[in-house]
């Protein structure tokens, strides 16, 4: 099965015999519920963290914003610390996982429950925002949690929401890159561990479209032509979205605290969606392979899976993927953690350990198409351009954390794209 089978219209996928229908990503952020955490669920944790100004060339917060230039080594707090070592793993547990829609392989679940002994269950949210309200709320009860992107990080810590981690029972972190054992993110790995990695590009159908994103001045600009109206989609990320528009207008700063760019940003994208209707979706990995959108603002691990979504005799090959050969684009990935409710954090650490390792990381990456920073990942033969290497984190551009106030702007001007507004 496939990642994202039976999830094509919001169904979510069947996991360990749970399975159930909830909004896509787009309707989430339509309904009421959807404000109401994107500017004040999300907003009440960070608020709860600490304070910022959103002016123009300068922020300020109580909590560190970790940069390249600047990395961060977290406190371990004297009420949050690591579990102790030498513990046995939990008997006859359930191993409770909080996760992306489709963002594992079922597989590897199943393997670890035979090893260990134990269960495993998976409940999926479908934004950041909405897993971060929830988890706040107090309402939830996880052990794992998958897929924390590095914006949200430091909220985490503060709010004491995540563990910091007992390495000795994550020996396969020497298995990954050398920049994720100590990133600038989390100084020591005290926190996370690196799950996958991807950029974020162009993707296109050249069958559809002549213009080569390659030769052109400006591909960021490549969604903007009336000519494809109806063809056309961003992904239904505020990050994502925001930073689209900044890049259209030359702008590289993704963590800018402007508010006259941020606006402007907001503005390209109204024109966007005035000049060619376009979709706001998650769903380039199923609507170009399928013909359904020739130019789609795209995330690499979703093109990486467009065979198993390739109109019947058509190749795969008809199906780009762009990314800025100087690597001055979108580079992320997203870090697995314990959570500090955890009832079984010995399993939460040895699950965090099984995902480090190659094996287990090369069935994962066949599920879902998203590479990970571990020695001896080979590349895949087709789409090369969805590869993911070292130096891309060296050369690219990041969505890291904002100051509070700054965040709300770009919240409230992404829902103004979204809405029409």
Known sequence: MHPREGWRDGTRPSIFGSSGSGPSRRDFLRGGAASAVLLGGAGSLLAACGSSSGTSGSATTAIPLPRP?????WPIFSDNKPIKSGLT???GATLKIYNWVAYVNQQCLNDFAKKYNCHVQVTTFNTMNEALAKLASGKVNFDVFMGVTVDVLGQLIEQKLIQPLNHSYIPNITQAWADFTNPFYDQRWQYTVPYTIYTTGIAWRKDHVPEDPYTMANPWAMPWQAKYKGKVAILDDYREGISLGLMKSGIFDLNTTNPSQITASQQQLQNLIHLTNAHIDNNDYTEVPGGQIWIHHAWSGDIAAAASYMQKGVPVDVVGYWF????????ANDTNTVLRTAQNP????????????????LTNIGFNGYMQPVNGVTLPKSLMSTVVLPSYFRRGVAELQLPIATNQLWQEAWRSVSHGI
């Open 69 to 73: 230039s600047h990395p961060v080594t």
């Open 89 to 91: 793993a939990e008997k």
């Open 324 to 331: 800025p050969t100087d690597g001055k684009g979108p580079v």
């Open 346 to 361: 010995v399993l939460a650490h040895l699950f965090l350990n099984y995902m480090e390792n190659l094996p287990n990381v």
